[in-house]
Nanobody
Framework: QVRVVESGGGVVQAGGSMRLSCTASGSINRDGAMGWYRQAPGKQRELVASIASGGTTNYADSVKGRFTISRDSAKNTVYLQMNSLKPEDTAVYYC?????????????????WGQGTQVTISS
């Protein structure tokens, strides 16, 4: 079993900052990447940022220069520091971690997801 728990989120004005945290526990693949995704109403879930176990990061073009992902591997925790927030950043943010391979209705996967945390940016 893998458990992924996010914290942070809420409402902030445009131009403000917010920090999200996510901790994974259980049968985690400690060599796997961890990342943040988001899904706005009526849109598909999209990658925001990811970080490999070695520290290599990847960002969506829309957040480059504004968001920073970091990882504390000892704590199996990943953070997303979000600065210069815009109304278009409003979405439910989901944390992703890699864990024990399992079979789901959608097929074989090693992806585990948190419950999501709402981020709302007011203009």
């Amino acid at each position: 079993q893998v458990r992924v728990v996010e914290s942070g989120g809420g409402v902030v004005q445009a131009g403000g900052s917010m920090r999200l945290s996510c901790t994974a526990s259980g049968s985690i693949n400690r060599d796997g990447a961890m990342g943040w995704y988001r899904q706005a109403p009526g849109k598909q879930r999209e990658l925001v940022a990811s970080i490999a176990s070695g520290g290599t990061t990847n960002y969506a073009d829309s957040v480059k220069g504004r968001f920073t992902i970091s990882r504390d591997s000892a704590k199996n925790t990943v953070y997303l520091q979000m600065n210069s927030l815009k109304p278009e950043d409003t979405a439910v943010y989901y944390c992703n971690a890699k864990g024990q391979v399992r079979i789901t209705a959608r097929g074989v996967t090693s992806d585990y997801w948190g419950q999501g945390t709402q981020v709302t940016i007011s203009s």
